[in-house]
């Protein structure tokens, strides 16, 4: 038994279950809507701003400024290293995503970990995107993650912590897609 | 037309004929294996190493260190604020492609961009990853992105502009969903 106010994997139980008795008595507390804005720089250097969201019934405040993260090419993808490119950061949301819900689920469960570490890797050919060869996609063919989870654990738990990291948000969007609506503002009117 | 080595939209037309050119003559220089290496610190906190990848037939080796990025969530899931949450990096790696896919088949058409600007946001309710409501996904059930694009250009050509972005590697990922591996690393054998 966990004596009471005791963190399992960063995580305070007691606060996993208050969280989801509040979201059984007001589901819709349970409605999120995160936002990115970006902005091209030049090339294939662009910047994010990450800050507010909408979730638990009202626009959060937490953040007092933002994250800033940048998404920038290769040289052989005609870039300068101005960052991390897209679909390396689509892995880091994998990784972490995955990592992230597989230690809160085992801490729900009183099931500690002592380390988990990942290794990601994505297949994918240029010629889908650049419309050399239609039968190559333009994203990742497929995606290989690699857990190594550490603790006193057996390969039961271990298996059961592989089931907890595919109940990931991040994993589900990536493993069965989503829609995504495209708009076009329009320019302010010149008075 | 444009004089040679002019840069449109920070790339020179006649690198992206050259690697179009070398990919049709050599089609397996356009395979790529990105890389990313994840491990966890505490709760929602856990940190990517982005640094090495395959491509152009070869180990890059332009990045002489890694990129190093952290994921977090805040207050509200449990967290302390201590990166973008997973779900943030989806759609920062899909504003980013996006722009990038837009801007560089434009200068592959001769078709120079003054600014690109993207809000995007993500619906999704947490009532799915947590097992509350069989009914609702764990991922983003929705994702609106609006491009806001200036420059010299007709309605004719934003639409245009539009066709190109949706080119995008990531945008392909996720709108249509990748098959990801799942691998559990053996412990190494005590002595």
């Known amino acids: 038994m966990e004596a009471p106010n005791?963190?399992?994997?960063?995580?305070?139980?007691?606060?996993?279950?208050?969280?989801i008795n509040a979201l059984k008595e007001?589901?819709?507390?349970?409605k999120f809507e995160w936002r990115v804005r970006n902005k091209w720089i030049n090339g294939g250097h662009n910047r994010s701003n990450i800050q507010d969201f909408y979730g638990g019934?009202?626009?959060?405040?937490?953040?007092?400024?933002?994250?800033?993260?940048?998404?920038?090419?290769?040289?052989?993808?005609?870039?300068n290293n101005e960052g991390p490119n897209?679909?390396?950061?689509?892995?880091?949301?994998?990784?972490?995503?995955?990592?992230?819900?597989m230690v809160l689920h085992a801490a729900a469960h009183g099931i500690p970990i002592d380390?988990?570490?990942?290794?990601?890797?994505?297949?994918?050919?240029?010629?889908?995107?650049?419309?050399?060869?239609p039968t190559v996609r333009n994203g990742y063919k497929q995606?290989?993650?690699?857990?190594?989870?550490?603790?006193?654990?057996?390969?039961?738990?271990?298996?059961?912590l592989i089931s907890f990291a595919q109940?990931?948000?991040?994993?589900?969007i990536v493993t069965h897609g989503v829609p995504v609506n495209i708009g076009l503002q329009e320019p302010e009117a010149v008075a």
Not at 57 to 79: A, Y
Not at 143 to 160: A, M, P, R, Y
């Open 6 to 19: 005791q963190q399992v994997n960063g995580f305070k139980p007691e606060d996993i279950t208050a969280t």
């Open 167 to 172: 109940k990931s948000p991040v994993y589900d």
């Open 115 to 133: 380390s988990v570490e990942t290794k990601l890797s994505g297949d994918w050919d240029a010629q889908g995107f650049l419309g050399l060869d």
């Open 26 to 30: 007001n589901p819709a507390m349970a």
């Open 143 to 160: 995606i290989h993650i690699d857990f190594k989870i550490e603790g006193d654990l057996t390969d039961s738990q271990k298996e059961q």
């Open 86 to 101: 897209p679909v390396e950061f689509i892995l880091h949301g994998l990784a972490g995503c995955m990592t992230t819900t």
């Open 57 to 79: 019934g009202k626009e959060d405040t937490s953040r007092t400024r933002p994250f800033v993260v940048d998404n920038g090419e290769p040289p052989i993808l005609l870039g």
